[in-house]
Structures are given as C-alpha cells and as structure tokens.
C-alpha cells in the first residue's frame, strides 16, 4: 500500500450499464456485490440500494474512500444514470472516482487476466462490442461489429484468444480459438478493481469515469414540426 495512504480505503462501486442496479464494496481483501434486476427505475432506485447495502455491512456514505462505476458499453440512458450518480456522490462527499469498463470486468471477472485477448460484450440486434488487450492496457479502441462478418483489421497483431459474446464465431474467422460466454454484472471485482486504482494513484483524482459509448443512442428527432414560439 503507497505510504500516503494511511489506511485500507473503503470503496463503493455501482453499475446500471444494464437492466439492473448493481452495488459492490471493498476493503482490504474483502469484497462483495449484489445486483438487483429492473428493466427501468434505476435513477430512482440507485441510491437507497446503496444505502442499504452499506447499511448492512456498517458502513455510511461519509466512511467511503472512493467510488467505482461501470462506464460501459451497455444501455445509454443507464451508464448515464451511474456515471451521473457516481460523480455528483464523489463530488459531495470529496473523494474520488474510477471509472471501469465492462470489457476489463469481463476478463477480471473470468481470472483471464488481460493479456493478449479480445472481449466480446453483447450489443443490439445481436452485433457485439469489442476491444482488445495485450499486456494489460487497451489495443487500440472498442469497436461495434456484427460478429458473422467481422473486418478484416479488427484484431491486433499478437491476440491469440476471443472471449465473451459470439466469440467461436468471430474467432472462426481469422483462425483463432473463441470461448462463447454471456456477460453478468460483476460489482464485487468492480470494487475491487476500483481499489486498486485508488491505491495505484495514492487517492489523486481520476478522470477515467467517462461514459463509453460506442455506438450513438436509440433516439431519433421529432418528425412534428416543434411549436411555434411567438414573441
């Protein structure tokens, strides 16, 4: 632990990147996550979960150290809600906060680590997201494909492995071996994870936690002219 932390940090993470509210804490080498499911209702829900769940383990708002949040890919509206969320708590509390992408999740929820791999998160109209790793740090940025015809430069030289959404099929295509997975909420290794890169940082400030959007949001303009504004 860096010597300017005088003490194991209490972190709380929360992920509604899907239809779900999901909270996970750690300290130390302890963690833990629940996730509820909801399909709508997670700005309204998020906080009194939370409280909840720190309530459960004897915890309060004002013990937290740092905050970890999903940052996608996932549901629009939903990374908005954690990011927005885990922002305006970080900012009201002075602590910092950590963004993680679900990509990183999938493999750290796996004990795949980062090497050399391409993840595969589920996207609409069965197409996939993607974003490789080699010795632990993105190559390059995540990309929408639809996984029967991924492109041809997709994948960078030294990745050896696919794993997650459709992963057989996309790594039939360049000769690869694919492990086919479904992605779940993994808030208790979000935690974790966020602790880490508290404890890496020495509780200096992030700016990781950005919303990941890969593709733009389901929404479409009016096609009714808007009403006219009469001074």
Avoid at 4 to 20: C, Q
Avoid at 177 to 201: I, K, N, V
Wanted: hydrophobic fraction near 40%.
């Amino acid at each position: 632990m860096p010597r300017s932390i005088p003490k194991f940090p209490k972190v709380l993470a929360l992920d509604t990147s899907g239809p779900f509210c999901a909270i996970g804490t750690a300290t130390e080498s302890y963690s833990a996550g629940v996730v509820h499911e909801m399909a709508r209702g997670q700005a309204e829900a998020l906080f009194p979960l939370a409280e909840a769940r720190l309530k459960e383990i004897g915890w309060s708002m004002q013990d937290l150290d740092a905050l970890g949040v999903s940052v996608g890919p996932g549901n629009f509206t939903g990374i908005r809600i954690g990011v927005s969320a885990a922002k305006g708590l970080a900012l009201s509390l002075g602590i910092p906060v950590y963004g993680v992408s679900n990509f990183e999740l999938a493999a750290l929820s796996q004990h795949l680590g980062l090497d050399r791999i391409t993840i595969s998160l589920p996207a609409p109209r069965d197409q996939a997201y993607v974003q490789s790793f080699i010795a632990g740090a993105p190559a390059g940025p995540p990309a929408l494909i639809d996984p029967d015809t991924p492109p041809a430069d997709l994948l960078p030289s030294g990745v050896h492995s696919i794993f997650g959404h459709r992963a057989s099929t996309i790594a039939k295509r360049f000769s690869l071996s694919g492990e086919d997975e479904g992605f779940s909420p993994a808030p208790a290794q979000l935690a974790e994870r966020t602790e880490e890169l508290f404890l890496a940082a020495s509780g200096a400030p992030d700016d990781s936690a950005s919303p990941l959007y890969i593709r733009p949001a389901d929404a479409a303009p009016p096609k009714d002219a808007g009403p006219v504004i009469v001074s």
